[in-house]
């Protein structure tokens, strides 16, 4: 492969003629087990044009990425390069030899290796080099020079650069191979600004150069500057494609959040629990940072309070979360409501803070126990008689629960990978019920669950909340956030954006500061 | 002042994991020639490398296992060192085929063979390492004792040389430095590079288009090959074809991999560091040895040494990770 590609004409300046399509993805869909991660996406990709994905949590973005790099394989749909055969199995490897070059959100650097190995990590033969270690140097340190204005030693270890300049390192490790379709995917988020601007020119000249960029960033400034051609995609599906200047702000937001929510945001019953809460404060954190550089949060959770947790994924929602169930934050401390410190989830436990993790899977479920055992592992000294554990009296609590949360099973003794996804969460919410907490933490407890499920949750809820329990739920389903809320905390860049009371709340006003933008016209048609 | 020094022995000993096992060796070294002065003159050092030449050979076979991570390892590296000796004395030899030009080629390809097989049980079908090579630990131990019941002795002369000297040259020290060479010509490659990066973060390798299961493949077929020149080492230092002799091998070639710094989640170490820790054991031996003391205590000590070299590895790769992560946050 050359280092730089002399073949490669100039393109007619831009508007003169349609450019043709360099790439062209049709109709792909991609399921993990039972989640459909993309139903059906297509788009076209014009030579020369910046394109630009946006959509929010959850629309598929991160797995279509996937797809283009090879990553993932389509379960269905096509994915063609036009200008060159496609290759046979696709993998990163091989989607590579055809051009495609992506930046994953991720900074996926080897520790261990020199900026130079990193740089040049994946060009080459099992034994032979595709560039001779000479011109691999020259050519590193060319494009590190256009993207850094204080490029690192090429033999430095890559583990003792800053986050911003191991970044550059992933996005020159594409550009030294002279992409013909180059996909960014949030890769802007890690740089600082003037890696940003100085990329941002090395995209527009690959552009001119007859190439393409595929652009997904969080940030509505950052299209408007750079892209052509905006495509949205919502739960899976490419549902609009505009032209650059074609829609404003208001309309890709309305297309992001699909037009059933407008109504939803309107007629949305008053503030249903008549003000439950009684102002005793059960929990409070004290100039709070996230990340280093993020702006201090001070938040209080009142008894019966409702609070939604909101934003794009990773922008520090989960950070605040696990800050207050006592697994640190990067300065600030957070305490409970007669001020004792929590430093630990053991501390947080112990002064009635539960938590309902995300990841059932992985960090809640016990996928070989039974549905008691699952229940009662939180609880066990409760189980107790004369010293020893009685399954009986396991199972007669989780009774209790087993009717009010309406968890259809057969029997506790059976496997908890019986019950469905729905029941398998009630289970676990039950688990921390039991405990009687004062605070429930829940990170996005509806995920994967059925609707009927979901409604008895937000019952259980409501009925918390008037008993004076403080519930904190990390969500990304707008519809709940809207409905359920006191308030909610929309988060950007590890740093409280807004702060919405449950008056203001809608699903356009939400997704709107998720990329930014104010809440003020969120009343546009 | 005394927390700068700590940080820069700390950072020292991150880029040359093995600093410290050659102090060890060095010490261990002294100590053997104090305890015999005959240890090692100028006429006894063929015949010492001779007899340190299998297990230094079996601890380097296990090393590009090692380094290409998802916990690779490959504990059938001993039985395979006993299968190629018997292929050489027990089947070559025996059967008239006395020439070097046909007995090492095959003795490596036997090797080499034996370790592709592993390497795509590992990288292509998934399997866990421990497991598929432990199948293989079983396969090869029972394939060398059904060509071989019992040892079988060979007076061979390029096998006698190979023992005692070549020319001038040790035969042992042609044996040992043969990987080196191997590994020099790979540093030259793009091989070694990616071998690293496979080891050290697959996911980024992986994304970044290297080919994840050739890597995996070719170290285990690496480590196979290395085996193979262990194999004529364990022939030439016993004048025999064993089919049980290097099977002790197996768990203290391990332990020498990682007294020599090699990280057991791969990406991290060295052949060279392979080596000290292969002396280091061997020297353990011979000083028990010359001293005449109960002959439980070597695994004693080694055990010992490998309990500090596994705590210091972890706190090294600890506080690299601990750096590595004040930024990592800020994403």
Known sequence: MAVVDPSRAPAAPSGARPAPPL????????????????????????AGEVHAIVGENGSGKSTLVKLLAGVHLPDAGTIELTATPSPGRRSPRSVQAAGIFTVFQEVLVVGGQSVLQNVWLGSDGLFRRSVSESAQRARASEVLGELLSAPPPLDAPVASLSLSERQACCIARALVRSPRVLILDESTSALDVATRDRLFTVVRRLCASGGAVIFISHRMGEIDELADRITVLRSGESVASFARGEATADELVRQMTGSDHLTAGTERAPAGRGGATSGRILLRTRALRLRPGGRPIDFQLAAGELVGLAGLEGHGQHALLDALRGAGAVAGDVSTGDERLLRSPQDAFAAGIAYVPRDRRDESLFPSLAISENFGVATMGADRRAGLFSRRRSAARLANYVSELAIRLGSPR????ALSGGNQQKVVVARWLAAHPAVLLLNDPTRGVDLGAKRDLYRLLERLSSEGVGVVMLSTELDELVELMDRVLVFREGSVEAEVPRSELSADG???????GGGAQSDAN | MRTDLRARLLGSLQTRPWALALVIAVILFVANQLARSSFATWSSWPSLLADFAPFALAAIATTPQMLSGAGGIDISIGPLLNLVSVVVVGELIARGTTSPWIDVPAALAVGAAVGCVNGILVGVLRYQAVLA?????????????????????????WLTHLGAQVGPVPGGLILIASPFLVWLVLARTAYLDQLYAVGGDEVAAYSAGVDVARVRITAYTLGGLFAGVGGLALAAATQTGDPTEATQYTLPAIAAVAIGGTSLVGGRGSLLGSLIGAAIIFLIQTLIDSLNVNSNVPQLIYGAILIVAIVLSA?????????AEGETVAA
């Open chain 1, 23 to 46: 790439l062209r993805v049709q109709e792909v869909a991609k399921s993990f087990g039972a989640t459909r991660a993309l139903r059906s996406c297509s788009l076209e990709v014009a």
């Open chain 1, 510 to 516: 939400l997704v709107r500061r998720f990329f930014g």
């Open chain 2, 133 to 157: 090579t432990l199948c293989g630990l079983f396969v090869l131990s029972g394939l060398g004792q059904a060509l071989l019941a019992t040892p079988a002795a060979s007076s061979q002369s």
């Open chain 1, 414 to 417: 059976q496997p908890i990978t």
């Open chain 2, 315 to 323: 706190t090294l790769s600890r506080t690299a990770s601990r750096a």
